[in-house]
């Protein structure tokens, strides 16, 4: 869409969308996204190629995200005269607890609309929760391995910067006092008495009768003893169906019933049951009605730092073209997954993160390029002397808006190329795209 055409739509859109209130209750318990698409709607402007393109956009970035492994931090700009949507995919592991926030320039009047949803072969993407536009915070644990879709939109015809970052944790406390120093040793689904039996949980070593605490709100469910764990703790969770089992302890310090909190002390470490030949040590396992789950994802202490960027946060929304054959990648960091793009392809980056852009083609697909292989359009290709008229397009395809014809004898600057079209720039200062001129 031009600049021409929103430069004159804005005022209008405006209004309408200000004069479109909703009546009281109208939007309850809908999305901050869903509360502005039926504002789009009510003021008649779904229709319009504006606003139909917002839809579309929030569809497109919901069915074709890119890929990023966690933690991932990127900071982007959003353009007043693009619609402006961005779907990222990524993996998480049961029992993890991601974490997505969200900071924005200007703080007033740009709003962005921040969801997580979850993707699944053969059926809709599930809307799982929606951040306020106060605070900007999503927090989801997942209850089993999934796979998830972060789609940030922002309003139309608005501008602003942002700095979004997604990390994953441990949902549960670790079963061992920070004060004392821990290590896990042995991993679920080991093998056990040569084979006979498979590990339902994790062994932490920790000095003899150090402390083990509660990992959650919840209640003592039981108090005893056994042949393999010796002495024991069960303990339900609040608010969940899961039951966590602590063994070999030397002692316990709790009674059935109890009611305790994340972080109290309910037992002190030991060698009882079938430990009394290994080091002291706590063996750890969550239980559901099913059976023994993997524990490690609810409690193992594994925040990683983010990435630092590197990339120019300067160039962010500045014509750029490739230095050499470069690859479009469709994950964050760099993997097997990409295509090839020739020397001096012109791209626009949206955000940076790390040493990549996450970017737009003239095409409108979209990917990572590494800042290493892309510079600044400014130094000119070439320069040439339109031979027969030329329209100037305001993109790369014969469907765009139509900037101006280009007569024979005007001299052109060349500074990047798109499939069959050159970007350039006139002697007046007009950028656009012209068709390909042979030599």
């Known amino acids: 869409m031009s600049l021409r055409y929103v430069t004159f739509f804005l005022p209008v859109f405006a209004i309408m969308i200000s ?39 929030a569809e497109l970035t919901l069915s074709t995200p890119l890929y990023i492994q966690l933690p991932y931090m990127e900071t982007g700009y959003f353009a007043p005269d693009k619609v402006n949507s961005i779907g990222l995919k990524f993996i998480v592991k049961r029992g993890e607890k991601v974490t997505i926030e969200l900071s924005k320039k200007p703080d007033q009047n740009f709003n962005l609309y921040l969801e997580l949803w979850k993707s699944t072969i053969g059926k809709s993407p599930e809307l799982i929760t929606a951040a306020d536009t106060v605070s900007y915070m999503i927090t989801y644990v997942a209850e089993q391995d999934d796979s998830l879709v972060l789609r940030l939109q922002s309003e139309l015809l608005k501008e602003g910067e942002y700095t979004m970052k997604i990390n994953t944790g441990p949902s549960l406390a670790f079963p061992i006092s920070p004060k004392v120093k821990s290590n896990i040793g042995s991993y679920y689904g080991a093998g056990r008495d040569n084979g006979q039996r498979s590990h339902e949980g994790i062994d932490i070593f920790a000095p003899f009768r150090s402390e083990a605490v509660a990992i959650a709100d919840g209640t003592i469910s039981n108090v005893g003893e056994n042949k393999l764990g010796g002495k024991v703790i069960f303990m339900r969770l609040d608010h969940t ?84 054959a470069a690859r479009i990648y469709k994950t964050s960091p760099p993997q097997i997954d990409y295509k090839m793009i020739p020397e001096n392809s012109l791209f626009i980056p949206e955000a940076v993160t790390a040493n990549q852009f996450r970017s737009s083609f003239p095409d409108g697909a979209i990917g990572f390029v590494k800042a290493s292989d892309a510079i600044p359009v400014q130094k000119v290709l070439t320069k040439q002397t339109i031979k027969v008229a030329q329209t100037l397009y305001s993109n790369a395809d014969l469907t765009s808006f139509l900037k101006k014809t280009l007569m024979p004898g005007v001299k052109v600057n060349v500074l990047a190329f798109f499939s069959n079209y050159s970007y350039i720039t006139t002697q007046s200062g007009e950028n656009g795209w012209i068709l390909k001129q042979k030599s």
């Open 241 to 324: 169906n899961y039951n966590v089992y602590y063994a070999h302890l030397d002692t316990q310090l709790v009674t059935q019933g109890q009611k305790v909190k994340t972080g109290d002390v309910i037992g002190l470490t030991g060698k009882t049951g079938n430990a009394q030949f290994t080091p002291s040590h706590l063996h750890f396992g969550i239980y559901t009605f099913s059976g023994a789950i993997d524990p490690i994802n609810f409690v193992k202490q594994d925040l990683r730092s983010f990435a630092k960027i590197i990339a120019p946060l300067t160039l962010i929304e500045k014509p750029m073209r490739t230095i050499k």
């Open 19 to 57: 004069c479109s209130s909703p009546g009281p209750g109208l939007f309850k318990k809908k999305t901050p996204h869903e509360q502005y698409s039926k504002k789009i709607e009510d003021a008649g402007l779904k229709e319009t190629s504006l606003g139909a393109a917002w839809f579309k956009a």
